[in-house]
């Protein structure tokens, strides 16, 4: 059983590794080096110090979503315990691989408020799934002023064709998710019946219960968002929090040389959230080549001046996490940085 495991961590950072060697290859394919160095040393930085601005309110929109999405046992917690957590969270989530940071905001408030590990990190899954909405949202806008955006976009033609086709796609591919869940919503007895069932037949004994209870505090967190009263401002949170992110990646674009409508920025974010999702420690690899790709692709940007600008953009991002997270590690203690039993909460998921 240790072996397994073991071979199984092994397997498990020799993908990451290989992810971060694929990323950081087609991102570096045809670099001048000295040039795109040239450029993060002698850019004149004026606007990217907005993302410095920007980034303690989107962490506060962020955990005041996360405590309205948890429902009655959200309006038990203080907002501040919630918003050290999500902090702490992205700050292991920078640092860390696999996505560690996410188990950790649960284990992190978990531990705080007494409330059930499992059922935070359901409520972080759901998370996830309302940030994919508000990028949906952000899509259709695009989509709907797609005329006016490639004015100043310029894309090549095969961009141009994955944006609209990539907006159509993305749209439906949401609202049958949508709809998915709300099934699962109305037939919520049935499915938790199912779901053990279906645990019980293919999984080996020591991983049923925690599988088992992982979809039962999914479900008990979807009927916390279902039934949510403040399900009109969890929504515009999510909107604000995008929002956010876009304007600050706009305006800190401007010291590139990239000065376009907000609407066309959104292809770009929507490339970074691809490129944020792939599980490399602080999104390395990832980020960078999408954002090239999208910034060379989408805005026809020299490919030197896109590596330098997603570069110092991808170290801004890190370094305000990190800073801001410096107080509310000294708040929690240092039982936080105990990434083991984070690692272990992720096993037992799985």
Not at 186 to 203: A, G, Q, S
């Amino acid at each position: 059983m240790i072996f397994l495991l073991t071979m199984k961590r092994i397997i498990n950072t020799l993908i990451i590794l290989a992810l971060v060697v694929f990323f950081l290859y087609l991102f570096a394919k045809n670099l001048d080096i000295e040039k795109a160095k040239y450029y993060v040393i002698h850019t004149r930085l004026r606007f990217l110090f907005f993302i410095f601005l920007v980034y303690p309110f989107i962490y506060y929109f962020r955990s005041l979503r996360w405590r309205q999405i948890m429902g009655k046992e959200g309006e038990r917690m203080k907002l501040i315990d919630v918003y050290s957590s999500n902090i702490l969270g992205f700050a292991i989530n920078y640092t860390i691989p696999a996505r560690i940071g996410e188990f950790a905001r649960a284990a992190i408030l978990g531990k705080k408020t007494g409330v059930s590990t499992m059922f935070i990190f359901s409520t972080v899954l759901i998370e996830r799934i309302l940030d994919l909405g508000a990028m949906v949202f952000f899509a259709g806008i695009f989509y709907i002023f797609k005329g006016y955006a490639f004015k100043d976009m310029n894309p090549t033609e095969s961009s141009m064709q994955f944006l609209l086709k990539g907006s159509v796609i993305a749209f439906i591919s949401f609202v049958v998710l949508m709809l998915a869940l709300f099934l699962i919503y109305l037939l919520k007895r049935k499915v938790v019946i199912l779901w053990e069932k279906l645990c019980n037949k293919i999984l080996p004994k020591k991983m049923r219960n925690g599988a088992i209870e992982i979809g039962d505090r999914f479900i008990e967190g979807l009927i916390s968002l279902f039934e949510n009263e403040r399900k009109i401002a969890i929504f515009v949170n999510s909107l604000i929090i995008w929002f956010l992110i876009s304007t600050g990646y706009w305006i800190a674009l401007f010291d590139f040389g990239l000065k376009v409508s907000f609407v066309a920025i959104i292809p770009y974010i929507v490339a970074l959230l691809i490129g944020a999702s792939i599980p490399t420690p602080g999104m390395v690899g990832g980020f960078e080549a999408l954002s090239q790709m999208a910034l060379t692709g989408f805005y026809r940007m020299n490919k030197n001046i896109a590596a330098a600008a997603t570069i110092l953009m991808h170290l801004s991002l890190i370094m305000v996490t990190l800073m801001l997270s410096i107080p509310f590690l000294i708040r929690e203690g240092k039982w936080v940085l105990d990434i083991s039993k984070y690692k272990k909460m992720k096993e037992e998921i799985k």
